[in-house]
């Protein structure tokens, strides 16, 4: 859009022209430590890599891991985009090139107490904390609001320390494993909490929204259910029924216990919610009554029973579909400010008939291998928006949403433009979404993918220089933002469904 266009669609909009988003509405962008960290062109590994964390463990563990072979590309951490040290350029980006007013990071746990804190508190404690990691958050948050941009600061992005959980040795038994991460509920329960209670006094003052965990089921099922090639997460086990149930309970307790701790420690009063990855799902056939049950179940397994657990405190630790008692459960109940929200697709279920609701068990209700992934359907955003108005009434932020390139740039282009529609009728329609973060700001280092996804706004070189290049979709974005419209042009470009 050129200088006159904008101004005249602009003094157009003054005289009547309604805005398609509210006047505080967030456009940001969505970051993850561990995922952009590492790579530094010039800073030396040991200041640049967190070696402390379970991910780190697991992504440089191929010999003992060799079973997961097929699922973990086990590629070099330098191969990422050495955020950690070019930061301050990745803002600039964000403010100037992408006219962003928000962006989401992360702090890892593992940076900020690299060593056990059990039976520490006070003193002790903050004599426990890295005092480097600590100075270069503060850094990277005080650069964040110079450039008037709102941090919104997740507290646990999957990592844990290695002092927790010990995913190659629980991995390979999980009975003899000395760390078990969180099938150790109360002590990771305890530490956890310790740990966002240190962090919100150390940066409350400067942070307005936190996001106690990111995507929890994702811990879960790629961790105790159904590993594979989409996402292994440690210890990486398969159809560890029990083991999977407990993880979700003690997640569910761990969100209370962070949305406490946040609460007494932040100096400033915070904002806190959960980043959790929501997901449609729909029958194969929808004149099948099993298929359609199964989509039903599968829903629940997917996007109700953890939320109802850490907004309404219903929780149903057996996955029965009923809540474990009729009454909600006071330490878990009122602590959501609000929900972030990760949509990625839509789930297409075969069911198999053989099994019945009150049953059920994660993998009894559909067949696994029959599930459709990574479905491009863009209403499903609004359908996610609009449940989440309907069953929890909370305020809500697209905190993910996004796609990989391949095979072109103009993917990425077509997803923001497409699922920033249907927000826009979401919010029409009633659902309070206070704001809308792309994944990702540039590409990263995709977990078990190592960086052959790609999915950032920004593509990044393979060598030591890791320059970013503006894809398409920076330009659009920038002039949404700027517009704070969804032009005609570019919804004829990329219409929705």
């Known amino acids: 859009?050129?200088?006159?266009?904008?101004?005249?669609?602009?003094?157009?909009?003054?005289?009547?022209?309604?805005?398609?988003?509210?006047?505080?509405?967030?456009?940001?962008?969505?970051?993850?430590?561990?995922?952009?960290?590492?790579?530094?062109?010039?800073?030396?590994?040991?200041?640049?890599?967190?070696?402390?964390?379970?991910?780190?463990?697991?992504?440089?563990?191929?010999?003992?891991?060799q079973d997961l072979k097929d699922m973990i590309t086990f590629e070099p951490l330098s191969n990422a985009p050495g955020f950690w040290e070019l930061y301050e350029q990745d803002f600039d980006r964000a403010k100037n090139e992408l006219n962003l007013n928000a962006l989401r990071i992360s702090i890892e746990w593992s940076r900020i107490f690299p060593t056990p804190?059990?039976?520490?508190?006070?003193?002790?404690?903050?004599?426990?904390?890295?005092?480097?990691?600590?100075?270069?958050?503060?850094a990277q948050i005080n650069a964040l609001k110079k450039r008037g941009l709102t941090p919104m600061v997740t507290l646990h992005h999957y990592t844990l320390p290695i002092w927790i959980h010990d995913g190659v040795a629980c991995h390979k038994d999980l009975a003899t494993c000395t760390n078990k991460g969180w099938l150790d509920r109360e002590r990771?329960?305890?530490?956890?909490?310790?740990?966002?209670?240190?962090?919100?006094?150390?940066?409350?003052?400067?942070?307005?929204?936190?996001?106690?965990?990111?995507?929890?089921?994702?811990?879960?099922?790629?961790?105790?259910?159904?590993?594979?090639?989409?996402?292994?997460?440690?210890?990486?086990?398969?159809?560890?029924?029990?083991?999977?149930?407990?993880?979700?309970?003690?997640?569910?307790?761990?969100?209370?216990?962070?949305?406490?701790?946040?609460?007494?420690?932040?100096?400033?009063?915070?904002?806190?919610?959960?980043?959790?990855?929501?997901?449609?799902?729909?029958?194969?056939?929808?004149?099948?009554?099993?298929?359609?049950?199964?989509?039903?179940?599968?829903?629940?397994?997917?996007?109700?029973?953890?939320?109802?657990?850490?907004?309404?405190?219903?929780?149903?630790?057996?996955?029965?579909?009923?809540?474990?008692?009729?009454?909600?459960?006071?330490?878990?109940?009122?602590?959501?400010?609000?929900?972030?929200?990760?949509?990625?697709?839509?789930?297409?279920?075969?069911?198999t008939g053989t099994a019945s609701f009150p049953t059920l068990s994660p993998l009894t209700t559909f067949d696994p291998f029959s599930l459709v992934l990574w479905e491009d359907y863009s209403?499903?955003?609004?359908?996610?928006?609009?449940?989440?108005?309907?069953?929890?009434?909370?305020?809500?932020?697209?905190?993910?949403?996004?796609?990989?390139?391949?095979?072109?740039?103009?993917?990425?282009?077509?997803?923001?433009?497409?699922?920033l529609e249907w927000t826009k009728r979401a919010i029409k329609d009633g659902a309070e979404v206070r704001g809308f973060f792309y994944w990702s700001l540039m590409d990263n280092y995709e977990w078990n993918h190592g960086m052959d996804m790609k999915f950032g706004l920004y593509s990044v070189a393979n060598d030591a220089t890791k320059t970013r290049t503006p894809r398409s979709a920076v330009k659009t974005y920038a002039e949404i933002i700027k517009t704070q419209q969804i032009s005609e042009t570019l919804l004829k470009k990329f219409p929705v469904e």
């Open 188 to 351: 990771t329960v305890r530490e956890i909490a310790k740990y966002a209670g240190f962090v919100a006094k150390e940066f409350g003052a400067d942070v307005e929204l936190w996001a106690t965990q990111n995507e929890p089921f994702a811990v879960v099922l790629p961790g105790y259910l159904l590993p594979s090639k989409d996402r292994v997460n440690p210890p990486g086990l398969q159809l560890k029924f029990a083991e999977a149930k407990a993880v979700m309970v003690a997640m569910i307790e761990a969100h209370a216990r962070m949305y406490d701790a946040v609460k007494a420690n932040d100096p400033n009063g915070a904002s806190i919610g959960l980043v959790y990855s929501m997901t449609p799902t729909k029958g194969k056939d929808p004149n099948s009554r099993v298929d359609t049950r199964a989509a039903e179940n599968v829903f629940y397994l997917y996007n109700t029973a953890f939320l109802d657990g850490v907004t309404k405190g219903l929780m149903d630790g057996d996955l029965s579909g009923e809540p474990d008692t009729a009454e909600p459960d006071p330490t878990l109940a009122g602590r959501m400010d609000w929900l972030g929200i990760n949509f990625y697709t839509r789930i297409t279920v075969t069911g």
């Open 1 to 65: 859009m050129s200088r006159l266009t904008t101004i005249f669609f602009l003094t157009l909009c003054l005289t009547g022209c309604e805005r398609a988003f509210p006047e505080k509405f967030l456009f940001g962008a969505a970051t993850a430590g561990f995922q952009i960290d590492p790579g530094c062109p010039t800073l030396p590994a040991s200041e640049c890599v967190d070696t402390k964390s379970d991910w780190y463990q697991w992504v440089n563990s191929e010999s003992e891991l």
């Open 117 to 138: 804190t059990d039976g520490l508190e006070g003193d002790a404690l903050a004599a426990a904390a890295d005092q480097k990691a600590i100075a270069a958050y503060h």
């Open 379 to 419: 209403k499903g955003i609004y359908d996610i928006e609009l449940h989440v108005k309907n069953r929890y009434g909370i305020p809500m932020y697209v905190t993910e949403t996004g796609t990989d390139a391949a095979p072109g740039d103009e993917r990425i282009e077509s997803w923001l433009v497409r699922h």
